[in-house]
């Protein structure tokens, strides 16, 4: 049943409607504009909570609007957009009060909040996307949405970082839409879901889509920042670290990602990616990027840019689940875009503190800051020895599963580059911990001007002890009926009709 479908414009503008409205309004009128952030960020998490609801009743929510010449506006709830839409909006959420507390008294708060609701938007919409139409309007509108928070500040360092973000995203967003055009005049209008379309092509027709599949896994994988087209990811960490969290783990990055999982599983098919021979290439650049990547956050004494090189690294865990091309490798990826994402911002929610608190940007001058800032330094603790795989954390089940999908595939080589990957996840976040935690400081560290009790704005502190502690919950309830475990093995039946026995064990 179709009812409901009204819902699912209404998620996307819940963020759309406070974001146009916010952009009228003047810097100083910060009540007004906290009350539409919030109402806009609370709304969408209730509208997906009813969504949520419907979808495990069996209900199938859609909205299709005709465009013209055999093209639609269409939005569907299937258990991957609801992944997806989920660790949007949750994590909206929290950074968004985040983001009012880190921002207070700065200049052009409105402009940002507005692009910032813009943002989040496009990721809905991203979601949401029920062909592939759809989704390239909202992946480009992504691009367009996010600059203006790139270059927030103004400064000269800002707007060279502006202009690499541009080159990168708008030169893989015109690939990307060689691409769709490509797709559209051999099939027409491609739903996600409707593989047979490609399936049944003419065998001759199978190096046309192998080129095909290549051209759309360029233009996706800008956003995901597979190398070599990651260059922007670590450029952009000169903006605000609300920005830098959303980037990183709702908005930009992810987009890629999940677009990769809806070209591999939802318009290629598995059977018919297998039989192209695209997989084991795709695999191969995947563990390349988490090897570069980790190597590259070794060498970085800047926070910001050692947690994006280590984001590079960690995306890739994803793109290597998809392209392994098994069941439980499959389950690992899919937790691991939610699990990342939780882990993340946690982890850049903490080095906004510490830059907004003591203008600490240097892993090199961050001795002993524990024992000024114990919570959020525990909260980075989480986050990091998550990233490193260790359990109960949320890390750990991705990994777990990534491994046994290798092992299951009879591909050891996976697993040896796991246990690479957390070595060097290791070599490059325990040194920060034992500065933090057990080196002497290096200099007396002031009271915070917004701390009264604690130490630092209560804006700023409890978000991130929020996502640290969602990011142990969700270890340590993995196994339960409600877990993201549960719906990415849902997903997963929907992909590899019939589950194979055992799976859910």
């Known amino acids: 049943?179709?009812?409901?479908?009204?819902?699912?414009?209404?998620?996307?503008?819940?963020?759309?409607?406070?974001?146009?409205?916010?952009?009228?309004?003047?810097?100083?009128?910060?009540?007004?504009?906290?009350?539409?952030?919030?109402?806009?960020?609370?709304?969408?998490?209730?509208?997906?909570?009813?969504?949520?609801?419907?979808?495990?009743?069996?209900?199938?929510?859609?909205?299709?609007?005709?465009?013209?010449l055999d093209l639609e506006f269409h939005l569907r709830i299937d258990a991957l957009a609801l992944l997806f839409t989920a660790l949007s909006s949750v994590l909206w959420l929290v950074t968004t009060v985040y983001a009012i507390g880190y921002l207070k008294g700065s200049a052009n708060r409105s402009r940002f909040f507005g692009f910032f609701s813009l943002c989040v938007t496009a990721s809905t919409g991203i979601a949401l996307a029920g062909n592939l139409v759809t989704f390239f309007i909202f992946y480009e509108f992504l691009t367009l949405a996010t600059y203006p928070l790139v270059v927030h500040r103004g400064t000269r360092k800002a707007l060279e970082a502006g202009r690499t973000y541009l080159w990168y995203t708008i030169g893989g967003g015109t690939v990307l839409f060689v691409g769709v055009v490509w797709m559209f005049t051999l099939v027409g209008s491609v739903e996600f879901g409707q593989i047979h379309l490609l399936g049944d092509l003419p065998a001759d027709l199978r190096p046309q889509l192998t080129l095909l599949f290549w051209v759309m896994i360029a233009?996706?994988?800008?956003?995901?920042?597979l190398v070599p087209l990651h260059g922007w990811l670590p450029a952009a960490m000169v903006a605000p670290a609300p920005v830098s969290a959303l980037l990183h783990a709702v908005a930009v990055v992810k987009a890629g990602a999940f677009g990769i999982m809806r070209l591999v599983y939802d318009v290629f098919g598995i059977e018919l990616a297998r039989d192209l021979?695209?997989?084991?290439?795709?695999?191969?650049?995947?563990?390349?990027?988490?090897?570069?990547?980790?190597?590259?956050?070794?060498?970085?004494?800047?926070?910001?840019?050692?947690l994006a090189y280590s984001t590079v690294s960690q995306l890739s865990?994803?793109?290597?689940?998809?392209?392994?091309?098994?069941?439980?490798?499959?389950v690992g990826a899919l937790v691991h875009l939610v699990h990342q994402g939780v882990m993340k911002i946690t982890l850049f929610f903490c080095a906004g503190i510490i830059a907004e608190t003591f203008k600490i940007h240097r892993i090199s001058d961050m001795d002993g800051l524990g024992r000024r800032l114990p919570l959020t330094m525990a909260a980075f603790t989480v986050g990091a020895l998550g990233m490193i795989g260790l359990p109960p954390i949320a890390g750990f089940i991705s990994k777990w599963y990534l491994g046994l999908g290798g092992l299951e595939l009879d591909q050891p080589w996976v697993l040896v580059l796991l246990l690479l990957s957390s070595l060097l996840n290791a070599v490059y976040f325990l040194p920060i911990l034992n500065r933090v935690w057990f080196r002497a400081p290096a200099r007396e560290w002031k009271r915070h001007r917004h701390s009264r009790r604690w130490e630092t704005s209560g804006m700023l502190?409890?978000?991130?002890?929020?996502?640290?502690?969602?990011?142990?919950?969700?270890?340590l309830f993995t196994t339960s009926g409600w877990s993201v475990l549960a719906l990415a093995l849902e997903i997963v039946e929907s992909w590899f009709p019939p589950a194979p026995p055992g799976l859910a064990t």
């Not at 233009?219 to 995901?224: D, F, I």
């Open 317 to 330: 865990y994803i793109a290597l689940g998809i392209a392994l091309g098994g069941t439980l490798a499959a």
């Open 277 to 306: 021979g695209v997989l084991p290439p795709l695999a191969v650049i995947a563990a390349v990027t988490i090897l570069f990547g980790s190597l590259r956050a070794l060498a970085q004494n800047d926070l910001k840019r050692r």
């Open 219 to 225: 233009g996706l994988g800008v956003k995901a920042a």
């Open 461 to 475: 502190l409890w978000p991130a002890l929020i996502t640290a502690l969602l990011s142990v919950l969700l270890g």
């Open 1 to 68: 049943m179709t009812d409901h479908g009204w819902l699912l414009p209404l998620i996307v503008a819940s963020s759309l409607g406070p974001g146009i409205v916010i952009f009228f309004l003047r810097d100083e009128q910060v009540a007004v504009r906290t009350v539409l952030n919030l109402l806009g960020a609370v709304l969408k998490v209730a509208l997906i909570g009813i969504v949520l609801a419907g979808f495990f009743r069996g209900d199938s929510l859609e909205f299709r609007y005709t465009i013209g």
